[in-house]
C-alpha cells in the first residue's frame, strides 16, 4: 500500500496514490462500521491521545470512536483545564507527552502551525485534527470519500465551495485535495469572506451564487467562522442567506444530480434551508459523518503501521 508518512498533518504533502490508498481502506472501514461486530485489533495495544485545544463535538467523538474500533487505549485530555491553562508552554506539554509514551496523538489547536510544532516535539504519530486557519486534512478525506461514493469518482468534477472561505480550514484542505484530483473548483461567497491571494491556487472565484453553481456536481456549503472574526464582515445573517444561503431555487441552477454537502456544524437558516440539508435525495451531510469514522480509522491504521516499521516492530 502507498502511505509513506509518520504523521498526518496536512493534504498538501500527499501525493494523489497516498490519497486514493487512505479512501481504499476507508471503504473497508465503511463495511465494518455496518457490520454487526464493529471492531478490530489494528490498534491493539496501541494509546491514543486526543487533545483538543478548542471545543469540538462530531471531530472528537469521531476520533474516539476510531480509536476505540480499532483497539486502541484512548484518553482524552481536558485541555481548558489543562496545565497550559496555567502557563505550561506547547513544548513542555510535549515532553510530558512523550513520557507517557503515547502512539497516536490526535490534535487540534486554534493556532496555525501548532500542530506541527508538537510533531517535532514528540515520539509519535501526529494526527491534526484542525489547526487555526490552516488545515483539517481528515475532514477533506471524508469530504473525497463522500464525493467518491456519491459520484462514482473523484477526478474531473465542478465543485462549488461556498461561503466563509477566508477562515475555513476545512476550504483550504478541500481546495488542495480536490486540486491534486483534477477537478475543477468554483469558490463561492462575498469578497469580504475571500482570502487574498486564493486565485493562485487556480480556482474560479465568484460572488453570485446562480452564476457560480451553474451546472456543478458537488455543493460544498461553509460554517460562518464567527469566532475567528474580529469586524464586520457581512451585513447581517438575514442579508447573508439572502445572497449566498443554499435554498432549493439557488440549487437549481446547479446539475439535476448535484449532491448537497456541510463538515457541520451548521446554521439553518444562514448558510443552508433546512429542509434542503435534510433532503435525502440531495443532502449527504449524515453520510459524511459516517466517513468521518471511517476515514479516520484508516488514517490510524495507516499511521500506526509507519511507526511500527519506524520502531522495528514486526
Do not use: W
Not at 501526529?126 to 478525506?141: C, F, I, M, S, Y
Amino acid at each position: 500500500m502507498t502511505f509513506t508518512h509518520r504523521h498526518l498533518l496536512g493534504i498538501e504533502h500527499l501525493r494523489p496514490e497516498e490519497i486514493v490508498t487512505l479512501l481504499d481502506l476507508a471503504e473497508d472501514y465503511v463495511a465494518l462500521n455496518r457490520a454487526p461486530d464493529k471492531h478490530k485489533d489494528a490498534l491493539a495495544g496501541l494509546t491514543q491521545i486526543n487533545m483538543f485545544f478548542e471545543n469540538s463535538t462530531r471531530t472528537q467523538a469521531s476520533f474516539e470512536l476510531a480509536g476505540k474500533r480499532l483497539g486502541a487505549d484512548v484518553m482524552n485530555m481536558a485541555m481548558q483545564a489543562s496545565s497550559i491553562a496555567k502557563g505550561e508552554t506547547l513544548i513542555d506539554t510535549a515532553m510530558t507527552l512523550n513520557a507517557m509514551h503515547p502512539d497516536l496523538l490526535v490534535v487540534r489547536h486554534p493556532h496555525s502551525g501548532a500542530v506541527d510544532l508538537l510533531a517535532q516535539k514528540v515520539n509519535c504519530a501526529v494526527l491534526n485534527a484542525g489547526d487555526g486557519r490552516h488545515e483539517h486534512p481528515t475532514q477533506a478525506l471524508l469530504d473525497a470519500l463522500t464525493i467518491r461514493r456519491a459520484k462514482g469518482r473523484l477526478h474531473r468534477l465542478s465543485i462549488a465551495i461556498c461561503g466563509d472561505i477566508a477562515h475555513s480550514r476545512v476550504a483550504r484542505s478541500n481546495i488542495i485535495l480536490l486540486g491534486k484530483m483534477e477537478n475543477r473548483i468554483r469558490l463561492i461567497g462575498p469578497p469580504t469572506l475571500m482570502p487574498s491571494g486564493i486565485s493562485e491556487f487556480g480556482v474560479e472565484i465568484y460572488d453570485d451564487m446562480a452564476e457560480g453553481l451553474k451546472d456543478v456536481d458537488v455543493v460544498m456549503m461553509l460554517r460562518l467562522q464567527k469566532e475567528r472574526m474580529d469586524g464586520g464582515f457581512i451585513p447581517s445573517e438575514r442579508e447573508y442567506y439572502h445572497r449566498f444561503g443554499l435554498d432549493t431555487d439557488k440549487l437549481s441552477h446547479a446539475k439535476p444530480d448535484a449532491i448537497v454537502m456541510h463538515p457541520g456544524p451548521m446554521n439553518r437558516g444562514v448558510e443552508i434551508d433546512g429542509t434542503l440539508a435534510d433532503d435525502i435525495n440531495r443532502s449527504v451531510i449524515q453520510e459524511q459523518v459516517e466517513m468521518g469514522v471511517a476515514v479516520r480509522m484508516a488514517a490510524m491504521d495507516l499511521l500506526a503501521r509507519n511507526l511500527a516499521a519506524v520502531r522495528g516492530v514486526a
